[in-house]
């Protein structure tokens, strides 16, 4: 008999994403003002930041394959997660330091590589997470478990926030905070290898051995076996990405160097680094009041999908389209309003909240039922190819950025992502409502808890 692992031990062994959800969101916003820091322009501190989206397109569904079928006697996961601790570890304090070791004016020809070097690395540790907690969960705790990464990830944003409030400008401390960062992974993960036990997955002997590029071939069949709900997700989760990019990426500059005119190149003590510090600091307040909407939203859409007949595609649709109503608010009346903006940035998170907690179940509760049902599945796999639907939404939102800032100066350009961004969202909203998630043979009477199987 299987057992039935308890929530608080799912939570605990979960617990890590707490930990990659601080390092993304503390490298995400200051990636490209610690580029401009170093030196670069601000068109090509952009564009450095396709490293995530064409790293972790790659990445993300490789690493899945390769946990889905790995052998070693420690399990499937565990040894993934711990391979890509060591290297975000390293590669984090390569990039935070390239300063201190590089001549002076040189260190970005070093950080900017090692930003895509880091950005594999985390890839490599955030994507078995999920699947782990997808493995020891029993069909009916898939989306209650979904939910609960979002509530831990919103715990990581707030701490993140938290983190960059420890200093007036971040970049100029960036080795300190990837430290204590690195350091903050390093414990979670060991207490996730305390509580889970995995099986180890035993090959049949007599099958023939896999090639070195089992893994891709393992993504070409994962994708061709799908079921089309999976497509129609991946769809939908590529625009809500362009526009949660716009926020995630760039909202710290938007603040710091759009909405408070400050600038972070220049002298400390200036009004330009006065205005920017201002910025920031109104920054790190609209991300905390983010990350608690994000919580109290997680909680309220899991209340829904477990105890009422709402279809998730009816609470996501309008998760996105809040999003699609702050983006504009963001591009046309924001102006140089710092409450203004603080309150457009907490609401903007309605659909991260949504794009995490709706789909990953969804493909969670199809991928155990048709575990029990017999057929193969690849977990790790199908989520991390709506993981890649994702870095292609944040590739058009970086991409498009980079080219409007090469025709405008910074504090201009910025406003306008978000008219990309309410774009984006807006056909996301429409996609969303229009999802076939209604189980084969569903009953009305019967709540989204209590039915049989998603149709095909």
């Not at 929530?7 to 003002?33: E, M, R, T």
């Not at 390293?90 to 590089?102: C, D």
């Not at 990830?153 to 401390?173: E, R």
């Not at 510090?277 to 307040?285: K, M, N, P």
Request: proline content about 5%; overall charge negative; glycine content about 8%.
């Amino acid at each position: 008999m299987e057992e039935k692992w308890p929530l608080w031990k799912l939570v605990l062994i979960a617990l890590p994403q707490v930990s990659v959800q601080v390092l993304w969101c503390f490298i995400g916003p200051n990636s490209a003002s610690y580029m401009r820091h170093l030196g670069l322009t601000d068109s090509l501190a952009t564009l450095n930041n396709i490293a995530g989206p064409i790293t972790g397109f790659f990445t993300g569904p490789i690493v899945g394959a390769t946990s889905d079928n790995l052998t070693s006697r420690f399990g499937r996961r565990r040894p993934v997660i711990l391979a890509g601790l060591i290297s975000v570890c390293i590669a984090g304090t390569l990039f935070s330091t390239s300063e201190y070791f590089m001549p002076e004016g040189k260190a970005v020809y070093f950080a900017a590589p090692m930003y895509w070097v880091l950005d594999v690395t985390i890839n490599v540790l955030q994507t078995p997470h999920r699947a782990l907690v997808a493995d020891l969960a029993t069909e009916e705790q898939q989306i209650p478990m979904q939910v609960a990464f979002v509530v831990l990830m919103s715990i990581g944003n707030f701490m993140a926030f938290s983190i960059m409030k420890i200093y007036k400008s971040p970049v100029d401390h960036m080795f300190e905070l990837m430290f204590g960062i690195c350091a903050f992974n390093a414990i979670c993960v060991g207490i996730q290898f305390l509580v889970a036990r995995e099986k180890p997955l035993k090959r049949d002997p007599d099958a023939p051995k896999q090639s070195a590029c089992a893994p891709v071939l393992s993504v070409v069949d994962a994708v061709a076996g799908s079921p089309r709900l999976l497509y129609h997700l991946a769809a939908v989760q590529c625009l809500v990405w362009i526009g949660n990019t716009a926020w995630n990426l760039y909202a710290g500059q938007w603040f710091g160097n759009a909405v408070y005119g400050g600038d972070e190149k220049e002298p400390e003590g200036s009004e330009l680094k006065i205005a920017y510090e201002e910025g920031i600091s109104a920054f790190t307040w609209g991300g905390q009041g983010k990350a608690v909407l994000q919580l109290i939203s997680a909680l309220l859409i899991i209340g829904i999908l477990l105890n009422t007949k709402i279809r998730p595609r009816l609470v996501y649709a309008p998760c996105i389209f809040v999003g699609l109503v702050v983006s504009i608010l963001a591009a046309f009346f924001v102006g140089h309003s710092g409450t203004f903006a603080i309150v457009v940035m907490i609401f903007s998170v309605m659909p991260e909240t949504g794009s995490f907690a709706i789909p990953f179940g969804l493909v969670a509760t199809l991928n155990k039922r048709a575990e029990e049902e017999g057929k193969p599945v690849s977990t790790a796999l199908q989520m991390a190819l709506l993981n890649c639907c994702v870095t292609i939404g944040q590739q058009i939102c970086t991409m498009s950025l980079a080219g409007i800032e090469a025709h405008m100066d910074l504090a201009t350009a910025l406003p306008c992502v978000f008219i990309v961004a309410g774009v984006a969202q807006a056909f996301g909203g429409v996609g969303a409502l229009f999802l076939d998630d209604r189980p084969d043979g569903y009953d009305e009477s019967e709540s989204f808890s209590e039915s049989d199987d998603y149709s095909d």
